[in-house]
Structure formats: C-alpha cells, structure tokens
C-alpha cells in the first residue's frame, strides 16, 4: 500500500498538525473490528472510527450498492427532481424512528443536519404564526458540530471562542455533569433531573413566546460522554410541552443501535419533535445526514408556509443517490445481522469491562451507557488533555483505536464488536495508562 511522502499540504481538522506531521498515525485499510496502519499492524477499532462505522468495516453488500447506484444513476438534483432511493430511505426511517416522526430531510453531514432541524424549527414557528419565537437553546458541553447554527447552540468552549459572536438570541441549560455526586456510575447517573428545570429559569427570563426550540444530545459524547441523569430527558420534554417549545434531539452518535435501539429516543422512551442523525446511518461510506420531523411540523409547514416552496432550505447533495444507497444497505445489515440486539446484549459486558479499570493509575471516573464507555484521567496539573492525548497515542501503539476527548477516553467500538474484543479493549488501555506519566 502507498504512503504518503509529503503530508504538508493538508490541513487536517481537529489535528494538531505540527506534532501529528512529525509522527504520524497513518490508517491504509480496515476490515471489520480492526484499521491496518501503514506500518502493517492491526488495530483494534475501539472508536467505530468517530462513532460512525456501526457495522464494521469493508462491508460487501455496501460496497455492492454502491457500485451498482454509480452504474444507474450517479447523481440527479435533487431540487424539483426526485430519483427513487431518496423516497424509499425516508419511508424505511419513518419505519425505525419513533411514531409520528415520518419525516425526513437529507443532508450530507451531523453539522448539516443540525442546521437543517434549526432552520425547520423557526421557519415552522413563523409558518404558525409564532414569528416572535426565534430564540434558540443548547446546551453547556453539547456537541452539535461546526456549523455556525451548531456552534452556537454547542457548549464546547474551544469550538465556540476563536469564531466571533455566533448566532444571536442563544442561551445555554446547564450541563448535567456532577461528579462529586455522580462518579462512577453504572449506566445513567442517580442525580440530576432537576437540572432540566434550567429550561423554567431561561422561560422566566425571555419568556416562553420567543423561545423556538431547545437542543441537546440525549447523551452528550464528543464533551466526554455524560449519559443523561435518571428523570432527566423527560423533565426536559415535559418542560417543552408545557411551553410549547420544540425540543430537538441531536441524534448524531446515538441513532443506529449505539444504545441498543434504533434511536436513543427509543432507548430512553422520551419522543422530541425533530431528530437529526448522520454518521451511522451509511456505515460511515459516503456522508450523508437526516433531519427527522414530527408529523404536524411538515404538514404545518406545507398547509401555512409560503408557496409554493414551503421551505428555502437544501443541499446540491440532499439526498444524493450513491449515499442513499449506502444507507439502504446499511439498514438492510442492521436489521438482518440483529446488531442493535447485539449492541444491547454487549452492553453489560462493557459496562464491566469499563468499570474494572476503577482504582487503575490515573484514572477518576468511568462512566457508560449502551455501547459507550468513558474513562475520566486526572489531568496533569495544568496541561489539560496531555495525558489523555498521550494515552491515544500509546495505545494506537498497542494496537487499540481509542479516542481522547481531552482527558476523557471515549469508547464506542463497532456494533459487531465480541465479549474477547470488548476484554482487549480495556486490558489494552490500562497496559497504556501504566505507561503514561
Ligand atoms: C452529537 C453530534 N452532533 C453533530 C455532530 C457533527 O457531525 P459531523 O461531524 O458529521 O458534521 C457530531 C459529530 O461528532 C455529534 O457527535
């Protein structure tokens, strides 16, 4: 396999370039659970890349698709056209979302798709003769991607501080992470359902009539996985309804079986009014993302919006018949290999494979939920994120892909992942913590 003799010219996302130019991790193939690094090594995929290939690398029957969708049609507009697979994705995830949510709006990535549900909730409250509702709530720590809609509405302070004031008429819930009383808990913590009522606090001071929409990860991931407290969500929709404002779950990593359902919503039991997914939902092959509505958001908006175009909003690329064919094969995996089941029954084990590392050096906190683990490390005085950067990096030298979310290690492998592979995940990444200072 070829290697790269000249890495300077990309600008790579998220990288520190400088230290990754001068040693770096380069992937030339992947096969199911594991990558192959250039230097011919297997590396166990303890990350489903970024939370996104559920059902393991090189899957035939999507590359199938999608070489055949190439041959057919390869691309066709999708403003004032349609082609097929478009129609037949949206109805296949009107199958798998929760009830009265049969409506679907193609993007190409999770950024996209949080900009689209944005977009929809204040075009929707205007349609309905709500104009004065514009304001928008996220979240402290959420993670909604980088989009300027997205960023706004994010609690990440690093992906918010370099880009100007953002989005007006934003505010923030608190975030619900509480670890002197939530540390080390098994799944969702005990404590903290009160912190939904942050919304009443918000409504008190800008009044529930120009508020259009709250935000948030069901459980938030890329902040350091914060599985939601117990009583939580559903304060939170409860709080929604009673002031109709639509709640938005941002969907991104926990759609597609990642906690054992199709949906985290499913999972939880709780129902927003509009979802938005991507990654899992073509196995990661092509980028594609969804913005999933309640069944009364797309007919208001189709009985009180402006005509004839009831909403200005799309992509040259929604809907773009490769990436739905990708997604059509993924479905067909997911369902015919049971991997939510699969993902549901591996769970516990995970659960206690992570918790084991309890009392191993470095570490303050594990936390978990479905098919996510996080392993909290102290930080190292002031040098916020070393150790956890440092940890990536030696266990990428023992073989285990593990993502750093500053001193958060993040575990969320693929959905096919084995009781063997969840153990060497976790056997991996301490053998990296004992020789990480
Ligand atoms: C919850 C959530 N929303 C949005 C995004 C952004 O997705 P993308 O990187 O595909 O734009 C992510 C990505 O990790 C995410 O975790």
Redesign the pocket.
Known sequence: MSKPNNLESLWMPFTPNKTFKKDPRIIVGAKDMHFISDDNREILDGTAG??CVNAGHGRKTIQEAVSKQLETLDYSPPFQFGHPKQFELANRLAEIFPEGMNHVFFSN??????DSALKIALAYQRARGHSSKTRLIGRERG????GFG?ISVGGMVKNRMYFGSLLSGVDHLRHTHNHSLNAYSHGQPEHGAELADDLERIVQLHDASTIAAVIV?PIA??TGVLPPPKGYLQRLRDICTKHDILLIF????SAFGRLGKATGSDYFGITPDII?C??GLTNATI?M?ATVVQDYIYESMLENADAPIELFHGYTYSGHPVACAAALATLDIYRDEGLFDNAAKMAPLIEQAAHSLKGSKHVIDIRNLGVIAAIELEPRGNAVGARGFETMKKAWELGLMVRANGDTLAFSPPLIVNESQVDEMFTKVKQALEQVE
Not at 143 to 146: C, E, K, Q
Not at 250 to 253: G, K
């Open positions: 970024l939370w990535s999770g950024s996209e798709a949080v993670y909604h991607g980088v997205g990860e991931g890329s941002d969907e991104v990593i938005c991507a990654k980028p993302g």
